[in-house]
DNA sequence: TATTGTCAATACGGCTGCGTATGGTGCTAC
DNA sequence: GTAGCACCATACGCAGCCGTATTGACAATA
């Protein structure tokens, strides 16, 4: 008598073996719910449904798993954020639709809240000051073209990005607020007002 | 031959044994350097020159610890930053002077950056909450005083509030801009034009 | 001097995570 | 069908931290 084959499906597309690319992916999993700390080979090997000799076929250890996890984000975070607001020419427009569009799909920012409290890891360190530099600096270019000085459009892009991560934080990680929809559009709404000059 | 006396002078003030304050100061001390996770038993032990016997006569867990420190801090945090601004009457000028006092002294905002790095912690969260909802209170009722409704108010504060915290974090973890203090000046001042209204 | 109270050292067991070593299983190719 | 590759299990040693138990050192006090 043999055993039926496992028809319970388990996070991964089941029924086989594990990729690099499942590794990863499950660390992002747990990373978006649990934090930097909580990539650890053995709980993510449990979580896969394997143990942790499968593992280290994969990856060297904890520290390259975590790198090609981070690096894939960031390649696939820009894809997603940036390159699609590249064709808005009005720079007014361009913000706004930043900030809009920023707000909606949790996932991607959950991750970045995470990320933003290992800050010291120094895994995650160089892979936060890419991400955030050129988004500054995305402000920073859509201040200009909006007459700002040089100085003043660098001090307004700092300012709106560290609302941005001050928000995260104070949104995501301290529950401080849990606000409805309408009253989270209109803090969006008084955010743009405040900080993109009218026309 | 006997030993001479110990003469150099290790933080505490050396000579002898330790209180339930020592520890909570090295506590304290430990978490702006180097985080919440860092706070534990034998390393602060060793930082303090004894062993954990020690410790476990003090407080019954590491968690007695960490909650006695940030109960501490929370108090000293209070007394020190608002408490002197309830005199100034002119609700813009008192805005003005919290964002500029903010501004200055460090350590206080070392901690407070890295317990936003915890507040998935439940010991760290409730105290988080606690402080970041007063904070917040304090400008919203400024703004109040300038006339703003009460959402725009809550919004404005929020948004201020969320400046504060992301520009640390920006700041501080990541040291992306080290700035010069007249660079710095110049940042505040933006702030301050651009989220306190003129008169 | 004897006693008590306060702080500290030592030693232990338990848990969790990292990384290594070695062997096993199943698919694929020839 | 057998050789080889890719993936996985098992078992091990090591380190760090937690918390307990027991004993020791030293001071103040009686």
Known sequence: MTMPPNLIADS???RARLSSTDWEAGALDLLAEQGVSAVAVEPLARRLGVTKGSFYWHFPS???LLKAALERWEKLDEETVFEPLEGIADPAERLRELFVRTSKEMRS???YSELLKALDHP??????ARVSQRRIHFLMQAYRALNFSRKDAMNRARL???A???FLQLMLQLKLTRMSVEEFDAYV???VETLIPIR
Do not use: I
């Open 12 to 14: 991964r597309t089941d």
């Open 189 to 191: 709404g008084h955010v």
């Open 164 to 166: 941005y991560v001050g």
């Open 123 to 128: 895994v995650v360190q160089p892979v936060m």
């Open 160 to 162: 709106a990005y560290s």
């Open 109 to 111: 920012h959950v991750l």
């Open 62 to 64: 904890r520290e390259a």
